[in-house]
């Protein structure tokens, strides 16, 4: 009988032990919002920003065009159950009139509206239409710092409006990662303002850099309006070539997502030389440059800078 009391006493103690495990482990999942965005650079500041709270799925990869994707099984199954999902908007994620984003809501039973545009509020610059087509958005915000605070701004509301119980900690974090965002936008400032005056050319593939150029004073010089139209037709390619006999930049720079051989027929065709590259759609594989949304920034303009006092 005694040996019976101590089986069932251990019995018990370990059915309470479990069950406050249970209890506990239930507590720390309620903690951890499950996150889903929409390309890499936005995954990488949720990170930053949510920290341990956040588990992400991220739905474009690195090396696939953000503008046209098919979401995988596996993508909507994991977004079926998502707590939150964050996209930058303004087109990049394909028209939002029925783009692919578009479309991804709807094989998760929601509206556009359910999720959270990381360019509400911002101020769009728009694209010339191409071949009688009208104008449409420039997606590429992100690649001016200051739109990039924009964005870490409200991930951060987000974050907060769905985990109001870690309030505190998100507002910290994102705090230290606004700080670097400012320190970069100065740098930004400081280097565009040491190139002179009549370098301050920015010759690439894609009009990606619209927003950046208008804001620290660069003149843009581009083959293409959009970087799906992938390789420039001949008057494209004629209209930059005029652009640069009559501005002389001093170098060239080619996107790391974009077929290269344009620019390089635009380089042999100029004499101006292709000085390096720079990133547009997406940061870098993990250990490599601009690995990070910030790296991203900060390789960008020491690489603009680099090439356009070079000579």
Not at 69 to 88: Q, R, S, W
Not at 272 to 282: L, Q, R, W
Request: net charge negative; aromatic share 10%; with cysteine.
């Amino acid at each position: 009988m005694r040996n019976m009391k101590i089986v069932l006493i251990l019995f018990l103690g370990l059915f309470l032990l479990t069950a406050c495990q249970d209890e506990v482990k239930e507590k720390i999942d309620d903690d951890i919002l499950q996150v889903i965005t929409s390309f890499t650079l936005i995954e990488d500041m949720v990170k930053q920003i949510g920290g341990d709270f956040v588990e992400t799925h991220n739905l474009v990869p690195i090396g696939t065009d953000p503008h046209e994707y098919d979401p995988l099984p596996e993508d909507i199954k994991i977004a079926t159950d998502a707590d939150i999902i964050f996209y930058n908007g303004f087109n990049l994620e394909g028209n939002e009139e029925g783009g692919w984003i578009v479309k991804f809501a709807d094989s998760i039973d929601k509206q556009l509206d359910d999720f959270y545009m990381l360019m509400d509020g911002a101020e769009p610059m728009y694209l010339e239409g191409h071949e009688g087509q009208p104008e449409h958005i420039n997606p590429h915000t992100f690649l001016d710092p200051v739109l990039g605070i924009h964005m870490a701004e409200n991930v951060r509301d987000a974050l907060m409006e769905n985990l109001p119980d870690r309030k505190e900690e998100i507002t910290e974090r994102a705090k230290e990662y606004i700080a670097e965002l400012e320190e970069i936008e100065q740098l930004y400032e400081e280097k565009i303002n040491d190139i002179p005056e009549e370098n301050r050319i920015l010759i690439t593939s894609e009009r990606a850099y619209q927003y950046m150029a208008a804001r620290y004073g660069l003149e843009e010089g581009y083959i293409f309006q959009v970087d799906t139209e992938e390789r420039g037709t001949p008057e494209q390619m004629t209209s930059l070539i005029e652009f640069i006999e009559e501005k002389e930049p001093p170098v060239l720079f080619v996107e790391t997502n974009v077929d290269q051989r344009s620019m390089e027929t635009i380089s042999d065709e100029t004499g101006v030389e292709i000085y390096g590259e720079v990133f547009s759609d997406e940061i870098g594989k993990p250990g490599e440059e601009g690995d990070t949304y910030v790296k991203f920034l900060r390789y960008n303009i020491e690489m603009i800078h680099e090439g356009l006092t070079s000579k």
